[in-house]
């Protein structure tokens, strides 16, 4: 089990290939003998984003504060605090923060994933110690 603050845990630069001014905190990892899931928190600066990349999971993400715009091949779809977003496994994907505040999202994902090929440089290998 896990009780702690969110501020306990560690705020990490996002050091993949695409990423701008995107910290991650590892909320619940297999750090914490998680067996399916992890919970990530991002934090992005103005102007910041995740790379754009795509991959075999799906994603499942709550915005916490701040407006951005979701980019996916089909366009950018803007989003705002207490929005819902699902993401299909397979669909490229970018969070960019288009406000002149911090960004921060939860971003669910699986722990363990059928091995395929992907093109996500936060996934096929070990990212911010996690």
């Known amino acids: ?18 990423a701008e001014n995107t910290k991650i905190r590892w909320l619940i990892s297999d750090k914490d003998k998680a067996p399916n899931f992890a919970l990530r928190m991002f934090e992005l600066e103005p102007g910041g984003h995740t790379p754009y990349h795509t991959h075999n999971w799906e994603h499942e993400s709550f915005i916490l504060q701040g407006t951005g715009v979701l980019v996916t091949s089909e366009g950018e779809k803007k989003f705002q605090q207490w929005d819902v ?3 299909d496994p397979n669909t490229y994907h970018q969070f960019k923060n288009t406000g002149d505040t911090l960004l921060r999202f939860l971003c669910a994902i699986p722990l363990k994933t059928k091995k395929t090929e992907t093109k996500n440089p936060l ?3 070990q990212v911010n110690n996690c």
Not at 1 to 18: D, I, R, S, W, Y
């Open 1 to 18: 089990m896990k009780l702690t603050h969110f501020n306990n845990v560690p705020l990490e630069n996002v050091n993949a290939e695409g």
């Open 85 to 87: 977003i699902y993401i």
């Open 123 to 125: 996934g096929d290998r």
